[in-house]
């Protein structure tokens, strides 16, 4: 079973680091995208970016670029999303998912089961 | 705003049918990109419903239906029930973003 779990809810006031993980299992992780996808409060998902494990190869959404870092180790199967300095307008869940398909015509078939951020002061 | 436009609510009762569209542009849906959709629950994961425009994953009943045709697509649900009560989702790629995008989202209310 394809399985993504992510870790715990983080309260953070702004301008403090953060780093968040989304753990795989059941598949071969390296060869697999994994995607970000923030959801605001009361909000719909937008999709932040996406990396591919076996070279770290990276595509953020232009309204992230510059905002948040992706990353990913594949000795433990755990790809990450991390901020330097954190603002109140990044309060959010934040949701890893595993994407199938080739080229441009990805997809995302399983989901972690979201990682809540508080960023208050 | 997001470029896949979605109508922010639909609602039928037990045992009809609803559609949802997703209405996009020629730099996504019309530029040949797949559409691929989404059930959501608050609180919860997202799960897959439809991807490549009309291809559902086996755990998901045939109730579920996709097409597209043109810049837009549409998620069909036959046979309403309650338990699908939830917000939906579309998703493309968009060249004139560099990325993909997801709709607005839908909510979808049994009556």
């Known amino acids: 079973e394809v399985l993504l779990v992510q870790s715990g809810a983080e309260v953070k006031k702004p301008g403090d680091s953060l780093k968040i993980s989304c753990k795989g299992s059941g598949y071969f992780f390296p060869s697999y995208w994994i995607g970000w996808v923030r959801q605001m409060p009361g909000k719909g998902l937008e999709w932040m970016g996406i990396i591919y494990p076996a070279d770290s190869h990276t595509t953020y959404s232009p309204s992230f670029q510059g905002q948040v870092i992706m990353s990913a180790d594949t000795s433990t199967n755990t790809a990450y999303l991390q901020w330097r300095s954190l603002k109140a307008s990044d309060t959010a869940m934040y949701y890893c998912?595993?994407?199938?398909?080739?080229?441009?015509?990805?997809?995302?078939?399983?989901w972690g089961q979201g990682t809540l951020v508080t960023v208050s002061s | 705003q997001s470029v896949l436009t979605q109508p922010p609510s639909v609602s039928g009762a037990p045992g009809q049918r609803v559609t949802i569209s997703c209405t996009g542009s020629h730099s996504n849906i019309g530029a040949g990109y797949d559409v691929h959709w989404y059930q959501h629950l608050p609180g919860t994961a997202p799960k897959l419903l439809i991807f490549g425009n009309n291809n559902r994953p086996s755990r998901v009943p045939d109730r579920f239906s996709g097409s597209k045709s043109g810049t837009s697509a549409s998620l069909a649900i036959t046979g309403l029930q309650a338990e699908d009560e939830a917000d939906y989702y579309c998703?493309?790629?968009?060249?004139?973003?560099?990325?993909?995008?997801f709709g607005g989202g839908t909510k979808l209310t049994v009556l």
């Open positions: 998912a595993r994407g199938l398909g080739s080229g441009n015509q990805n997809w995302f078939d399983a």
């Open positions: 998703q493309s790629y968009d060249t004139s973003l560099s990325g993909w995008v």
